[in-house]
């Protein structure tokens, strides 16, 4: 099981202290919500805001696009330092070359759920990428309730990989705690995405080992 703070919920007049805090107890991915006030209605951070975070952490970075045209932005997020770029099947009607074309500049190629969007949607891009994230909220904002009926999707998800040996990372985003990370584990989840859990909190290093011990 992997970690993946949300920067979403950082103190962003002190991110540089916030990324390493994390780092050091022992967090296994950052993760870094884009958003561009069409796709979702919230604003946060561009390439730029990668570029400045690279040289602050070893982590790898998780950028997940919630915008129009992703792939307006692909080479640009790339060149800024990303690791695994991850866009909505719902933002784009061409999602396949999307894929594709994240490879080609060079990271790891992630797609997107939402909510309301079936697994089903997605077969014809399983056997190409790198992680699927499942959507856990509605995206736009931290500090949801986690919906507990997306679990089935990561269950589905889990039985498609072994049925078929893909072999896509199973990323679960919204809502995660020390209460709802064992639904989304015991379902096949690989990688915990955590943004008010752990950075709204007095001790943001007790709550990343509250996940790892779920
Ligand atoms: C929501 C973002 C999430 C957000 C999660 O649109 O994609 O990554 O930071 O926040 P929490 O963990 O507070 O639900
Ligand atoms: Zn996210």
């Not at 950082?10 to 022992?26: K, M, Y």
């Not at 997605?122 to 009926?149: A, E, K, S, Y």
């Not at 269950?155 to 072999?167: C, E, I, S």
């Not at 379902?187 to 709204?200: C, N, T």
């Amino acid at each position: 099981m992997k970690i993946a703070p949300s920067i979403l919920s950082a103190d962003f007049a002190n991110l540089a202290r916030d990324i390493r805090l994390v780092e050091t107890a022992g967090a296994d991915l950052l993760h870094v919500d884009v958003m561009d006030g069409h796709f979702v209605p919230n604003l946060t951070f561009g390439p730029s805001m990668v570029a400045a975070i690279r040289p602050v952490t070893n982590l790898g970075l998780d950028v997940h696009l919630m915008v129009d045209d992703p792939s307006l932005w692909i080479p640009e997020f790339a060149k800024a330092g990303a690791d695994t770029l991850m866009v909505h099947v719902e933002a784009t009607p061409h999602i396949y070359g999307t894929m594709q074309a994240i490879r080609y500049a060079g990271c790891r190629a992630g797609v997107v759920l939402n909510p309301g969007t079936a697994v089903d949607t997605l077969q014809p891009l399983l056997p190409i990428v790198d992680q699927v994230l499942v959507m856990t909220v509605n995206p736009g904002f931290g500090g949801q309730q986690f919906l507990p009926d997306m679990a089935a999707k990561v269950a589905a998800l889990a039985a498609l990989r072994q049925t078929n040996g893909y072999h896509y990372a199973i990323e679960v985003d919204g809502g995660i705690t020390d209460q709802t990370a064992p639904v989304v584990l015991e379902a096949g989840a690989d990688i915990l995405v955590a943004g008010s859990y752990v950075y709204a909190s007095d001790d943001p290093a007790a709550r990343i080992a509250a996940l790892r011990r779920a």
